[in-house]
């Protein structure tokens, strides 16, 4: 089932209160309560299967997703930065006493961004002006979809690998652990994550068969193309 990104980014609610949208649409500030939020996954928790299993889902989202938001909540109930947005917060100046809350912001948000990269029947191939853009900045869409694999493979020890648009050409970038490239000038598409709780309980250390099952059947290449700043 293919959700509706718009349908998906309108959904979460918390009694009464109002929500702001951050720039990628997760709701990431609920005033009644002053706290980021985990937002709702866009398919049910076995929509990807059998290629990232219900198992996977429930501790990667379940756990660890829900784990960067609980931590970062409490972090921010210490610092001046409560009731900020969560891009506010990864952007904000990083000192010795917020470096743990950027990087479990930026993990949320990562994460946030992450399961937005995939859908159910994904891969294919990119239409309109994404297709363009891959064609003038890789030579095709394989050429891309390889640079990625590299990307993803060469990544030494947790991190990710994504897909951003630096003006008017695309690039394939690397970050490590919770960096992200929204704090680089750039515009995020897609990503995909590389920790191991993402792929372990599915391919234990074959991190290249999940990587090639996201590349070839999951990628939302319509979510990349919305991204995009033309």
Known sequence: M????????????????????????FPDKVYATESVIL??????????????????ISFHYGKHHQG??????????QSDL????LETIIKA????????IFHNAAQVWNHNFYWLSLRPKGGGKPEGELAKLIEVSFGSVEALKEELKKAALTQ??????????????????????ADTPLTKGV?????????EHAYYLDYQNQRVDYVNAVLEHLVNWE????????
Do not use: C, M
């Open 39 to 56: 937002p709702k996954l866009p398919y049910p928790g076995d929509a990807l299967a059998p290629y990232i299993s219900a198992q996977t």
């Open 156 to 177: 030494f020890g947790s991190g990710w690998a994504w897909l951003v648009q630096e003006g008017e050409k695309l690039k394939v970038w690397q970050t490590d652990n």
């Open 93 to 100: 100046p990083t000192g010795p006493d917020k470096v743990d």
């Open 68 to 77: 960067y938001v609980d931590k970062l909540n409490k972090l921010l109930s």
């Open 2 to 25: 293919q959700v509706n990104r718009r349908q998906f980014l309108s959904t979460l609610t918390a009694g009464s209160a109002a929500l702001v949208l951050g720039n990628i649409g």
């Open 223 to 230: 979510f990349a193309a919305k991204n995009l700043k033309i």
């Open 187 to 195: 515009t995020p598409l897609l990503n995909i994550d590389v920790w």
């Open 82 to 85: 409560v009731g900020a947005s």
